[in-house]
């Protein structure tokens, strides 16, 4: 386990391809994320590396439905009885996650035999989990978090605000898995245009409440966070004039 800020901690123990968070507040602890088919063990044994039995996971949040987010969310909630939470609208992805598509890109479209290949086989297989909780945009959690819809990515996906802590989870609404800060990549985006909207959300209506922002995947920004964020705006209306207003 790796303290980011105080109380948020990211489970290294299943590697960096894919970052799961631990937030502990005062009823306990909640985990962002379950990352891939099979990381339960890993998660739950970095939670009690730091103290954390699985009956102490108060809360399962999940920011989008992909697989490598919530691949392990079935096993975990068996295991904790911890409710799920998401976007209302993510609902419809947690029950049928048949029914994630890639983007209309060339590219994905070609790939669109692959992924759909891919699902079939037993490790690559999300099981279907009922949230427990539903949530829409500006709701408040327990934890102190304030659920921000920021679609495009998938339908329902959301980030975190924590505007006592100034940090701010963003799923993958952002990243920065190759050095600088990114939107989402577009072949797995059905909706950039949304994508790039919600962009302009975090830095427009909520900039001034972070300092701090991690990522589902890359490296946190420790720093100046919404200045960053700012910068990538710049960079789509030079790129894509209008496209993120």
């Known amino acids: 386990m790796k303290e980011i800020l105080p109380g948020l901690w990211d489970v290294d123990e299943i590697g960096s391809m894919v970052h799961v968070y631990l937030w502990e507040w005062e009823d306990g602890v909640s985990l962002i994320d379950t990352g891939v088919p099979g990381n339960e063990t890993k998660i739950l044994d970095g939670a009690r590396r730091i103290g954390y039995q699985p009956s102490d996971i108060k809360r399962l949040i999940v920011t989008h439905a992909d697989i490598d987010h919530v691949g392990s969310l079935k096993a975990i909630k068996r295991i904790t009885h911890a409710p799920v939470a998401c976007h209302t609208v993510e609902k419809a992805l947690l029950e049928h996650p048949e029914r994630r598509r890639p983007s209309g890109t060339p590219l994905a479209l070609l790939l669109s035999p692959l992924f759909a290949l891919m699902r079939l086989a037993p490790a690559l297989r999300v099981e279907p989990v009922s949230p427990d909780e539903i949530y829409v945009d500006g709701d408040r959690l327990p934890e102190g978090f304030v659920m921000i ?31 600088p800060l990114s939107g989402p990549p577009p072949i797995f985006t059905p909706n950039m245009d949304n994508a790039h909207r919600s962009i302009w959300k975090l830095w427009k209506k909520y900039g001034a409440d972070y300092d701090t922002i991690v990522f589902g995947h890359g490296d946190p ?10 910068g990538l705006i710049d960079q789509i209306y030079e790129t894509e004039p209008g496209r993120a207003a």
């Open 149 to 179: 819809h920021t679609p495009g990515h998938t339908p329902g996906h959301i980030s975190l605000l924590h505007p006592e802590k100034r940090f701010l989870i963003a799923g993958d609404a952002l990243n920065t898995r190759t050095g």
């Open 221 to 230: 920004i420790r720093e100046n966070a919404s200045d960053a964020v700012k």
